[in-house]
């Protein structure tokens, strides 16, 4: 007899094809026409889960938005570009950043940081591009477009792409976050610099959890509770 999870590896690997031509050749104007932005993301999340909007403006005249009560035991959960962001936040709260003005006050660690797939490394020279270029979304095109427009004029350095940072780098992180815990699909294509990243953060924190999972990529998350609905509504 056929294993039941035949139909949900063919309905992936056909949507994965589909979404890498798809991403190979959409322009950032046409993604940011499709996309909401991100307060109005916000906004419907809020109005969805039942919470009260707290929002703040910060003296650059960017938005940081609250997900629940504001109070000290706080877990960073961030995706792919988000999980640069959050270590491009504790490296600046270790290392301040000469161009930027705000200096944040840590009084109370943060309670954890789950980096799920992060984005450290922008090129794609690494092998896991070509091993696993089948079993992902993220073509090598998209990847340099996206990389393009958030680093803009900037240079490389460890605040961008954390990758480049050695693990002394990251010294002092258990003073900020109790805990950290490293995701990565052993079939997504930026899996051997989640790999790297994850060993340097090991290094730098006793209380880091890497977690690889084979054959997963961080966008079977969605495609997973996809299927599920769908089986759902069957039943």
């Known amino acids: 007899m056929r294993s039941g999870k035949r139909p949900d590896r063919v309905f992936k ?8 031509s798809q991403l190979a ?4 104007p046409q993604e940011r026409y499709l996309d909401n932005s991100t307060e109005s993301t916000y906004l419907n999340l809020a109005k969805k ?41 504790l490296s600046h709260l270790l290392h301040p950043h000469p161009d930027i003005s705000i200096r944040p006050k840590v009084d109370e660690h943060f309670r954890a940081a789950v980096l799920i797939s992060p984005w450290v490394k922008f090129a794609t020279e690494d ?11 993220l ?28 693990s002394s780098w990251f010294r002092g992180l258990d003073g900020l976050v109790k805990e950290v815990l490293v995701w990565g ?21 006793p209380k880091t959890e890497y977690i690889v999972q084979r054959m997963k990529t961080s ?8 299927r599920a609905k769908q089986k759902e509504l069957k039943s």
Request: no cysteine; proline share 6%.
């Open 13 to 20: 690997d056909v949507a994965y094809a589909v979404l890498r």
């Open 25 to 28: 050749s959409i322009s950032i």
């Open 49 to 89: 889960e039942g919470f009260q909007p707290d929002s703040i403006v910060l003296s650059d005249g960017s938005k940081g938005h609250w997900l629940g009560p504001r109070n000290k035991d706080k877990v960073m959960v961030y995706f792919h570009a988000g999980g640069n962001l959050t270590l491009g936040v």
């Open 127 to 137: 092998s896991s591009h070509k091993r696993n270029f089948y079993t992902d979304m």
């Open 139 to 166: 073509p090598p095109a998209a990847a340099k477009r996206w990389s393009s427009a958030f680093l803009g004029s900037a240079p490389l350095d460890n605040y961008n792409q954390p990758v480049l940072a050695d």
């Open 185 to 205: 699909g052993g079939g997504e294509v930026l899996i051997d610099s989640i790999d790297d990243i994850a060993n340097k953060l090991k290094e730098a924190h």
């Open 219 to 226: 966008s079977s998350w969605p495609f997973l509770a996809i």
